[in-house]
Protein backbone atom coordinates (compact mmCIF):
# COMPACT_ATOMS: atom_id res chain seq x y z
CA UNK A 1 0.00 0.00 0.00
CA UNK A 2 3.11 2.13 0.30
CA UNK A 3 3.32 2.98 -3.34
CA UNK A 4 -0.12 4.48 -3.60
CA UNK A 5 1.18 8.15 -1.92
CA UNK A 6 3.78 8.08 -4.10
CA UNK A 7 1.53 7.28 -7.57
CA UNK A 8 -1.07 9.68 -6.27
CA UNK A 9 1.82 12.49 -6.46
CA UNK A 10 3.27 11.35 -9.89
CA UNK A 11 -0.82 11.61 -11.24
CA UNK A 12 -1.06 15.32 -9.46
CA UNK A 13 2.34 16.70 -11.25
CA UNK A 14 0.63 15.27 -14.61
CA UNK A 15 -2.63 16.52 -14.34
CA UNK A 16 -0.57 20.00 -13.56
CA UNK A 17 1.46 19.30 -16.64
CA UNK A 18 -1.46 18.74 -18.93
CA UNK A 19 -3.14 21.83 -16.97
CA UNK A 20 0.18 23.90 -18.02
CA UNK A 21 0.20 22.97 -21.86
CA UNK A 22 -3.68 23.65 -22.08
CA UNK A 23 -3.13 26.45 -20.84
CA UNK A 24 -0.57 27.88 -23.13
CA UNK A 25 -1.53 26.46 -26.16
CA UNK A 26 -5.21 28.02 -25.76
CA UNK A 27 -3.59 31.75 -24.85
CA UNK A 28 -0.43 31.61 -27.20
CA UNK A 29 -2.04 29.96 -30.34
CA UNK A 30 -2.26 33.60 -32.30
CA UNK A 31 2.07 33.66 -31.61
CA UNK A 32 2.40 30.96 -33.86
CA UNK A 33 1.18 33.18 -36.88
CA UNK A 34 2.97 36.19 -35.38
CA UNK A 35 6.08 33.76 -34.95
CA UNK A 36 5.94 32.55 -38.46
CA UNK A 37 5.89 36.20 -40.40
CA UNK A 38 8.66 37.09 -37.99
CA UNK A 39 11.11 34.05 -39.10
CA UNK A 40 10.03 35.03 -42.37
CA UNK A 41 11.41 38.41 -42.23
CA UNK A 42 15.23 38.01 -43.54
CA UNK A 43 16.66 40.91 -41.21
CA UNK A 44 15.04 38.98 -38.45
CA UNK A 45 17.96 36.69 -36.29
CA UNK A 46 16.56 33.25 -35.12
CA UNK A 47 18.30 33.91 -31.89
CA UNK A 48 16.94 37.34 -31.50
CA UNK A 49 12.78 35.68 -32.26
CA UNK A 50 13.97 32.86 -29.62
CA UNK A 51 15.51 34.76 -26.99
CA UNK A 52 12.92 37.40 -27.26
CA UNK A 53 9.72 35.10 -27.39
CA UNK A 54 11.27 33.77 -24.20
CA UNK A 55 12.16 36.96 -22.34
CA UNK A 56 8.78 38.12 -23.47
CA UNK A 57 7.11 35.11 -21.95
CA UNK A 58 9.09 35.21 -18.95
CA UNK A 59 8.17 38.38 -18.29
CA UNK A 60 4.65 37.79 -18.21
CA UNK A 61 5.30 35.06 -16.40
CA UNK A 62 6.87 36.73 -13.98
CA UNK A 63 3.89 39.78 -13.43
CA UNK A 64 1.55 37.26 -13.50
CA UNK A 65 3.51 35.32 -10.26
CA UNK A 66 4.19 39.14 -8.54
CA UNK A 67 0.31 39.67 -9.38
CA UNK A 68 -0.85 36.43 -7.79
CA UNK A 69 1.62 36.26 -4.50
CA UNK A 70 -0.14 40.08 -3.99
CA UNK A 71 -3.59 38.93 -4.73
CA UNK A 72 -3.45 41.75 -7.34
CA UNK A 73 -6.09 41.62 -9.96
CA UNK A 74 -4.97 43.95 -13.05
CA UNK A 75 -8.05 46.48 -13.95
CA UNK A 76 -9.56 45.21 -17.28
CA UNK A 77 -8.34 47.49 -20.39
CA UNK A 78 -4.88 48.81 -18.88
CA UNK A 79 -2.95 45.27 -20.18
CA UNK A 80 -4.47 46.22 -24.04
CA UNK A 81 -2.49 49.89 -24.04
CA UNK A 82 0.58 47.81 -24.38
CA UNK A 83 -0.70 47.32 -27.89
CA UNK A 84 0.71 50.21 -28.53
CA UNK A 85 4.36 48.33 -28.81
CA UNK A 86 3.40 46.43 -31.70
CA UNK A 87 1.61 48.89 -33.61
CA UNK A 88 4.62 51.58 -33.51
CA UNK A 89 6.84 49.18 -34.34
CA UNK A 90 4.92 47.85 -37.50
CA UNK A 91 3.96 51.60 -38.37
CA UNK A 92 8.18 52.38 -38.12
CA UNK A 93 8.93 49.15 -39.94
CA UNK A 94 6.39 50.62 -43.16
CA UNK A 95 8.11 53.65 -43.04
CA UNK A 96 11.31 52.31 -43.38
CA UNK A 97 10.21 50.33 -46.16
CA UNK A 98 8.17 52.71 -48.00
CA UNK A 99 11.32 54.62 -47.76
CA UNK A 100 13.74 51.72 -49.26
CA UNK A 101 15.73 51.59 -46.12
CA UNK A 102 15.57 47.78 -45.60
CA UNK A 103 17.80 47.76 -48.87
CA UNK A 104 20.12 50.06 -47.99
CA UNK A 105 20.43 48.00 -44.68
CA UNK A 106 20.54 45.12 -45.98
CA UNK A 107 23.54 45.84 -48.25
CA UNK A 108 24.66 47.86 -45.03
CA UNK A 109 24.67 44.37 -43.37
CA UNK A 110 26.90 42.20 -45.06
CA UNK A 111 29.67 44.91 -44.04
CA UNK A 112 28.94 45.85 -40.30
CA UNK A 113 31.10 44.94 -37.71
CA UNK A 114 30.92 43.02 -34.41
CA UNK A 115 29.97 45.42 -32.65
CA UNK A 116 27.11 46.55 -35.28
CA UNK A 117 25.80 43.20 -35.44
CA UNK A 118 25.49 42.69 -31.42
CA UNK A 119 23.76 45.97 -31.42
CA UNK A 120 20.95 44.80 -34.58
CA UNK A 121 20.98 41.43 -32.39
CA UNK A 122 19.83 43.49 -29.10
CA UNK A 123 17.45 45.62 -30.73
CA UNK A 124 15.84 43.12 -32.79
CA UNK A 125 15.19 40.67 -29.00
CA UNK A 126 14.00 43.86 -27.34
CA UNK A 127 11.09 44.41 -30.08
CA UNK A 128 10.64 40.69 -30.22
CA UNK A 129 9.99 40.51 -26.44
CA UNK A 130 7.87 43.82 -26.78
CA UNK A 131 5.53 41.95 -28.99
CA UNK A 132 5.27 39.03 -27.30
CA UNK A 133 4.48 41.08 -23.76
CA UNK A 134 1.91 43.24 -25.70
CA UNK A 135 -0.02 39.77 -27.25
CA UNK A 136 0.17 38.76 -23.72
CA UNK A 137 -3.24 40.03 -22.03
CA UNK A 138 -4.97 36.77 -22.44
CA UNK A 139 -1.91 35.42 -20.78
CA UNK A 140 -1.83 37.32 -17.71
CA UNK A 141 -5.67 36.79 -17.41
CA UNK A 142 -5.20 33.51 -17.01
CA UNK A 143 -1.78 32.91 -15.62
CA UNK A 144 -2.98 35.27 -12.84
CA UNK A 145 -5.45 33.69 -11.33
CA UNK A 146 -3.59 29.78 -12.27
CA UNK A 147 -0.44 30.78 -10.22
CA UNK A 148 -3.17 32.52 -7.09
CA UNK A 149 -5.16 29.02 -6.96
CA UNK A 150 -1.65 26.83 -6.70
CA UNK A 151 1.31 28.85 -5.80
CA UNK A 152 3.08 25.50 -4.81
CA UNK A 153 2.98 24.46 -8.55
CA UNK A 154 3.74 28.06 -10.06
CA UNK A 155 7.12 26.84 -10.53
CA UNK A 156 6.35 24.21 -12.86
CA UNK A 157 3.90 26.00 -14.62
CA UNK A 158 6.67 27.98 -15.21
CA UNK A 159 9.28 25.80 -16.86
CA UNK A 160 6.19 24.19 -18.60
CA UNK A 161 5.75 27.40 -20.15
CA UNK A 162 9.30 28.03 -21.02
CA UNK A 163 9.44 24.61 -22.45
CA UNK A 164 6.07 25.12 -24.97
CA UNK A 165 7.84 28.56 -25.91
CA UNK A 166 10.90 26.79 -27.10
CA UNK A 167 8.39 24.08 -29.01
CA UNK A 168 6.51 27.35 -30.45
CA UNK A 169 9.44 28.52 -31.78
CA UNK A 170 10.42 25.78 -33.59
CA UNK A 171 6.64 25.14 -34.74
CA UNK A 172 6.95 28.63 -36.19
CA UNK A 173 10.39 27.86 -37.58
CA UNK A 174 9.42 24.86 -39.13
CA UNK A 175 5.82 26.52 -41.02
CA UNK A 176 8.02 29.12 -42.86
CA UNK A 177 10.48 26.10 -44.10
CA UNK A 178 7.32 23.83 -44.82
CA UNK A 179 7.65 22.88 -48.48
CA UNK A 180 4.23 23.82 -49.28
CA UNK A 181 3.61 26.86 -47.80
CA UNK A 182 7.07 27.87 -46.78
CA UNK A 183 8.35 29.06 -49.96
CA UNK A 184 5.21 32.25 -50.02
CA UNK A 185 5.24 32.83 -46.22
CA UNK A 186 9.21 34.05 -47.41
CA UNK A 187 8.42 35.37 -50.39
CA UNK A 188 5.65 37.36 -48.52
CA UNK A 189 5.96 37.55 -45.24
CA UNK A 190 8.14 40.60 -44.56
CA UNK A 191 6.32 42.46 -46.92
CA UNK A 192 2.84 41.42 -44.58
CA UNK A 193 4.94 41.86 -41.42
CA UNK A 194 4.31 45.78 -40.77
CA UNK A 195 0.47 44.81 -41.77
CA UNK A 196 0.35 42.02 -39.01
CA UNK A 197 1.55 44.09 -36.47
CA UNK A 198 -0.32 46.96 -36.66
CA UNK A 199 -3.47 44.89 -36.92
CA UNK A 200 -2.37 43.27 -33.69
CA UNK A 201 -1.54 46.36 -32.38
CA UNK A 202 -5.29 47.85 -33.04
CA UNK A 203 -6.61 44.54 -31.94
CA UNK A 204 -4.92 44.86 -28.73
CA UNK A 205 -5.85 48.50 -28.27
CA UNK A 206 -9.58 47.68 -28.99
CA UNK A 207 -9.71 45.57 -25.53
CA UNK A 208 -8.90 49.12 -24.01
CA UNK A 209 -12.31 50.80 -25.02
CA UNK A 210 -13.73 49.42 -21.56
CA UNK A 211 -11.24 52.12 -20.03
CA UNK A 212 -13.44 55.29 -21.91
CA UNK A 213 -16.99 53.67 -21.15
Known amino acids: MRPLPAM ?4 GVLEHCIVGVVVFVTTDIDDLVVLAVLYADPQLRNRAIV ?8 ALIATSAVAAAAALA ?11 APLLLGLRKLLRDKAGEDEAIGQEHVHEGPQRTRENIYSQTLAV ?5 ANGGDNLGVYIPLFASAPRVAPLYALIFAAMTVIWCLIGHGIVNNPWVGEHIRRYGHIALPFVLIGLGLY ?3 GALVLFR
Request: no cysteine; aromatic share 6%; glycine share 16%.
Open 8 to 11: VQVM
Open 51 to 58: VGQLLGIG
Open 74 to 84: IPSGWPALLGF
Open 129 to 133: SSITI
Open 204 to 206: ILS
